[in-house]
């Protein structure tokens, strides 16, 4: 299984990015797929979460302004991120995992950075 994330980049705050996860490997439609933040010396964060039923789950402080999504015939997972903050600032991961107690697959990250 590989996940390849990218999209990052510096932004000014207020502007928009839209992260992508493109996967290999794996039948990806069968997968919850997961973006996390990581900031250093900070406990990694859930950020947004999609299931294979395209069910979703917010992080409270991204609600209203970031949007996962799933394309499943390209096998990539979005997210796009509005109206950010500075407070965003962090590397972003891609994760996907097949049931709550199998593997978690991860992918490196895509580092977001908004200047204010």
């Known amino acids: 299984v590989q996940l390849q994330a990218s999209g990052g980049g510096v932004v000014q705050a207020g502007g928009s990015l839209r992260l992508s996860c493109e996967s290999s490997?794996?039948?990806?439609?069968?997968?919850?797929m997961t973006w996390y933040r990581q900031v250093a010396g900070k406990e990694r964060e859930l950020v947004a979460r999609?299931?294979?039923?395209?069910?979703?789950t917010y992080e409270d402080s991204v609600k209203g302004r970031f949007t996962i999504s799933r394309d499943n015939d390209r096998e990539v997972v979005y997210l796009q991120m509005n109206a950010l903050k500075p407070e965003d600032t962090a590397v972003y991961l891609c994760?996907?995992?097949?049931?709550?107690?199998?593997?978690?697959?991860w992918g490196q990250g895509t580092l977001v950075t908004v200047s204010s």
């Open positions: 999609i299931s294979d039923n395209y069910r979703t």
């Open positions: 994760s996907a995992q097949a049931a709550s107690w199998s593997v978690i697959y």
């Open positions: 490997g794996m039948n990806f439609r069968m997968y919850t």
